[in-house]
Nanobody, 120 residues
C-alpha cells in the first residue's frame, strides 16, 4: 500500500520555525518528484514547493521563497520542509505529494496532511 505520512505540524508563534517530515512507503520514492501543497482555512490548495527525484533541484512559491527549504533523504524515504520566519498566513494543512514531474502540478499520491497553526 502506498503511504505518505506527514508529521511535525503544530502551533507556533509568528516568527517561529517548524520542520515537517513525510515518511513514504509502497512506491519507489527516489523515482518521484516530491511536493508540499497546503490548504489554508477557507481557501483552495496552494502549491508550496517541489524537489526533483535526486534532490538537486528545488522550486518554491513566491509566498514562501526565502523562508522555507525543501529537502529529501532518499535513503530514509523521507521528505522534509523546514519552515522559518512563519507568518499567520502560513496557517494551513500541509500535504506531502508525489508526482511524475518536477514541472507539472500533477500528483499521484497524497498524504493525510498535518496542521500548522501560526498564532500568538
Amino acid at each position: 500500500e502506498v503511504q505518505l505520512v506527514e508529521s511535525g505540524g503544530g502551533l507556533v508563534q509568528p516568527g517561529g520555525s517548524l520542520r515537517l517530515s513525510c515518511a513514504a512507503s509502497g512506491f519507489t520514492f527516489s523515482s518521484y518528484a516530491m511536493n508540499w501543497v497546503r490548504q489554508a482555512p477557507g481557501k483552495g490548495f496552494e502549491w508550496v514547493s517541489v524537489i526533483n527525484n535526486g534532490g538537486g533541484s528545488t522550486s518554491y512559491a513566491d509566498s514562501v521563497k526565502g523562508r522555507f527549504t525543501i529537502s529529501r533523504d532518499n535513503a530514509k524515504n523521507t521528505l522534509y520542509l523546514q519552515m522559518n520566519s512563519l507568518k499567520p498566513e502560513d496557517t494551513a494543512v500541509y500535504y506531502c505529494t508525489a508526482g511524475r514531474s518536477f514541472y507539472l502540478r500533477q500528483y499521484d499520491y497524497w498524504g493525510q496532511g498535518t496542521q500548522v497553526t501560526v498564532s500568538s
